[in-house]
């Protein structure tokens, strides 16, 4: 027994303190003064052991537990004071360890089991029987009720925690938070809330789940939150993710989700442009479903529908500034504000002619300066132009490139049914094929023209409002149509060649490059089936020139008033021709005479 607890001394103490007056005084030398005094001792440590620990409260506090508070903290053990200025002690490994060191300090009141004395006489306490027997009923209590019980984490393990309860308990990894914890050693020493799953009083182990209590916490706030939300409210939330069909929202303990439609009032554009993970924004509630836990959002609603307002800040004519954030084949798709997209059509893009590709003047991302075109607020569209910033070059194309001028071109590309000439940067004319040549039949430009000469044109029509300008080479060395009328107008008896057959006619050559068609009703006085049965290619005749037209070109022939005219004047130079006798010749003569001459010149 250490001098610190040694009960006889402090009994010696205690009486000579109380009771003075009552202690014997024999002679001092004497035998027996020394044997009565050793009985009086001895009679007086007993009283005192009964006085401070009777028997019945002895008996009364053995195999209960008792709060005392701890008095000094040695290496291997804790004082306590039980009492009657009694002390125990304690095994120091009875007490659990945080940060690896007994979690007992003086001034702390802990519960101990009295469980009577050791062989010494000294009190038997233990904290961790009385530990123990608190937790298990408590840990009884808690799995009946359905409630958590707290405890200390006291190490990491493999595959989990270790909690102390009042006994040891095991949380496995999974079930220590809703979500995957990286480093556990992060809990040890703190106070946790659990739920026991799995407890064996025997041998006093158990098993907790905090995840099972969060999880419960968890549906719990997100219950009372979707309650406290209404369509049309305003909340804030932050932005976990933004797909291309929405955006969900951390809404603290619930998610909501912006579907695409309401992420913006702009048509097409990516949430993720919009919108940024972790970001904070504000937006209104559309649909709460408290049954399913859905939360539906929207962050467009927020503003105005911006093309309601838009006559205030955007009319037609305006010059805009704008971003370009789409291109295609057939435009240019600018962001004026959020909500607001207009299109360059490519046509809008630049004067300049041919077939260009809208990145040849636009490239994404560039800021653009552009000029409404027109709006249409029920379809919420806009057309741009591009080039209408600029002066529109066929505004004086009658004045630069008047008709008939002889001016020089670079042929830019040929068609099947002509030639594109550019005649500046903005502007290209059209030779058709049928403008190419007098002389011969072109079935295709290829035959006299190729990319990249320059050559000599006539303009023959302007037309500023269709952007088009008609152009000619064979006119520039003049038309043989012109220089054949002047010397045989309409009325005037010709002869040519036969040249080609149609199921309408037969065409013949009037002179070089010029040819005229005399049509089936026009061959002869007979009904003509087919114009070969009576013609052939190649054999001249001799037609009535009855149409031309100057501006086609076309010349319409008749044969059979040739033979008419022909007969006729015939018969005028008889009738005023006197026959040797001095009289004139039958009228029978005359005519037949008329047919043969024809019919000579055939």
Not at 53 to 75: D, K, M, N
Not at 584 to 591: D, R
Request: glycine letters at 8%; aromatic letters at 4%; hydrophobic letters at 35%.
């Amino acid at each position: 027994m250490s001098p610190d607890n040694n009960p006889s001394q402090d009994a010696k103490e205690h009486l000579e303190a109380t009771n003075p007056a009552e202690t014997p005084t024999p002679h001092p030398d004497s035998e027996e003064h020394l044997d009565a005094e050793l009985v009086q001792e001895m009679e007086q440590f007993d009283a005192l052991i009964n006085q401070h620990l009777p028997g019945s409260a002895e008996e009364q506090t053995r195999g209960e537990i008792i709060e005392v508070p701890v008095v000094a903290v040695r290496e291997d053990s804790v004082l306590v004071d039980i009492g009657g200025k009694a002390e125990a002690s304690v095994r120091i490994e009875e007490f659990p360890v945080v940060d690896g060191k007994p979690a007992v300090e003086v001034g702390m009141v802990i519960p101990v089991l009295h469980s009577g004395r050791n062989n010494d006489g000294t009190p038997r306490v233990s904290h961790r029987a009385a530990r123990e027997r608190v937790a298990e009923k408590a840990i009884r209590a808690a799995m009946e009720q359905n409630e958590p019980i707290v405890g200390r984490v006291s190490q990491t393990v493999k595959g989990g925690l270790m909690v102390d309860i009042g006994v040891s308990a095991f949380m496995p990894a999974s079930q220590v938070d809703l979500f995957k914890i990286p480093d556990l050693t992060t809990l040890v020493g703190q106070e946790i809330e659990a739920y026991v799953t799995e407890f064996d009083p025997r041998r006093r182990r158990a098993v907790v789940s905090r995840r099972q209590l969060l999880v419960e916490r968890r549906e719990q706030q997100k219950r009372e939150i979707l309650e406290s939300l209404q369509p049309g409210q305003t909340i804030t939330g932050k932005v976990k993710n933004a797909l291309d069909f929405g955006v969900f929202l951390d809404l603290g303990v619930i998610d909501g989700f912006v579907p695409r439609e309401e992420v913006s009032w702009d048509r097409g554009t990516h949430p993720s442009q919009i919108v940024e993970v972790g970001q904070e924004i504000e937006v209104k509630v559309v649909k709460v479903d408290i049954e399913s836990g859905k939360v539906t959002l929207s962050r467009k609603r927020m503003t105005d529908d911006p093309w309601e307002a838009l006559d205030d800040r955007f009319e037609v004519g305006k010059r805009i500034k704008g971003k370009v954030i789409a291109i295609q084949n057939y435009g240019v798709f600018v962001h004026i504000e959020e909500g607001v997209t207009g299109m360059i059509h490519a046509s809008d893009l630049s004067w300049t002619p041919g077939n260009k590709k809208p990145t040849d003047f636009v490239q994404n991302g560039q800021e653009v300066e552009c000029q409404i075109l027109e709006i249409n607020k029920e379809s919420k569209r806009m057309s741009l132009g591009l080039k209408q910033l600029e002066n529109d070059p066929w505004a004086d194309a009658r004045t630069k490139y008047p008709k008939k001028a002889i001016i020089k071109g670079t042929v830019t590309s040929l068609t099947n049914y002509g030639a594109f000439v550019r005649l500046d940067e903005f502007i290209e004319g059209m030779i058709h094929v049928s403008d190419l040549s007098w002389e011969r039949r072109i079935n295709h430009p290829k035959e006299m023209l190729k990319v990249g000469d320059e050559i000599e044109v006539m303009v023959l029509k302007v037309d500023p409002a269709q952007r088009r300008i008609s152009l000619g080479i064979k006119q520039i060395q003049g038309s043989p149509y012109d220089a054949f009328m002047k010397d045989h107008p309409v009325g005037s008896v010709v002869t040519g060649k036969v040249t080609r057959f149609a199921p309408f006619g037969a065409f013949v050559e009037v002179a070089p490059n010029l040819e005229g068609l005399i049509h089936i009703s026009q061959i002869d006085e007979k009904r003509v089936e087919l114009p070969e049965n009576v013609l052939s290619i190649g054999e001249e005749v001799s037609c009535k020139i009855v149409k031309a037209e100057s501006k086609s070109q076309k010349i319409s022939l008749s044969r059979k008033e040739a033979l008419r005219k022909i007969e006729r004047d015939s018969i005028k130079a008889y009738m005023r021709k006197k026959d040797d006798s001095g009289g004139l010749n039958t009228l029978g003569e005359a005519l037949n005479r008329a047919k043969e001459e024809a019919d000579a010149r055939e």
